[in-house]
């Protein structure tokens, strides 16, 4: 199990991210041959044993793999041991209305003021093509562009579900951000923008847009292989853990980010 060695550092916002938990609509459900409550379960004991105190949680998408309210008061009640303001935007497999009535929490378009920073969620799910992908709407793209001149004096931190990068995945790369050219404009015109976070592609992410870090957290569900032309599954042993991600902004503007996995995974079949 990995530890925070680095004690808190003054006006440091943490954030935890906690990605395509795909919780099925009734526990007990094989999703992609997991149990996905079993799994984010055992990434919220796994977060919760590193100690920090949180400021923010980010749920960020594909949280429910088609289910409804009662699914998603299962998810909130599952990540009750975690510390931090809860925050949650769409993925492709919500339904924003059974989150609008789960919880009494912002569904997209939401901006966070803390500290020096601004955290500006979005909802990427407009415009769906049937097999994943998605877009920001002409109104999100206002609502950015609006946000983005409001907070020329903060550090701004976006998140949105789908990955506004390619990542050398074929099947992948078609059902990214759709409208990723105009998000790019956008992000490029503003510099305070240090930091961008997505999920979608359930594996663990590097990349940039730009000179914008852009990070994907793994998935607390099952991770897709990197680097294919179809969907595989991953299959090294370390790289298929589900797990999470952890970053600290600083009141300078630099970030760090830190991806964690949990232990071993027995399969579906085998948790009873
Ligand atoms: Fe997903």
Redesign the pocket.
Known sequence: MSRVVTPPAAGSIYLLQLT?C?LMPQPGVPFRGIDSDATLAAVVAEAAALGIDFDRLLLS??LVHHGGPDAYRRLLALIEPLPGVRHWIP???DEPAAMRAAAALACGQERVDCGRWSLLLLDSTAHPDGRGGGSLSEASLSWLQSALEQTADRHVLIALHHNPVGTDSAWQDAIMLANADRFAQLVGAYPQVRVILC??L?QQQARRLGTVPVFCAP?T?VQFKPAQAELALEDDAQAARPGFSWYRLDPDGSVSAHPCRIGAVAPAAALG
């Open positions: 395509d795909h998408g594909d993925g492709n497999h999920g979608h359930h998935a569900s």
